[in-house]
C-alpha cells in the first residue's frame, strides 16, 4: 500500500446516515459481517454511542406514547 492509499484509509469516515444505519441495524440484529466489519474499521465509538442512546430513548417514548393510546382508546 503507498502512501497516498494510507491517507485516504485514515481519512475515511462513517457518514452520519451509515451510524444511523449501523445503530438500527444493531438493534434489530440484521448486521452483516462486511457492514459490521467497516462500522468498526472507519466509525468512531461516540458516534455509536450518541445515536444509539438517541435512538433508544426515541424506542421508549414511542412505546411509552402506544401504551397511553393503548389505555385511552380501551377506555381506561
Same mark, same amino acid.
Given at each position: 500500500m503507498n502512501e497516498i492509499e494510507e491517507k485516504q484509509e485514515e481519512e475515511e469516515t462513517l457518514a452520519l446516515w451509515e451510524v444511523f444505519q449501523g445503530v438500527i441495524?444493531?438493534?434489530i440484529g440484521v448486521q452483516s459481517e462486511k457492514n459490521r466489519e467497516r462500522q468498526f @474499521?472507519? %466509525? @468512531? #465509538?461516540?458516534?455509536? *454511542? *450518541? #445515536?444509539g442512546i438517541i435512538l433508544? *430513548?426515541?424506542?421508549?417514548?414511542? *412505546? !411509552?406514547?402506544?401504551? @397511553?393510546? &393503548?389505555? !385511552?382508546? &380501551? %377506555? &381506561?
Open positions: 441495524a444493531m438493534f @474499521k472507519y %466509525g @468512531k #465509538v461516540h458516534q455509536f *454511542i *450518541i #445515536v433508544t *430513548i426515541v424506542f421508549v417514548v414511542h *412505546i !411509552i406514547l402506544l401504551v @397511553k393510546y &393503548a389505555m !385511552i382508546w &380501551a %377506555g &381506561a
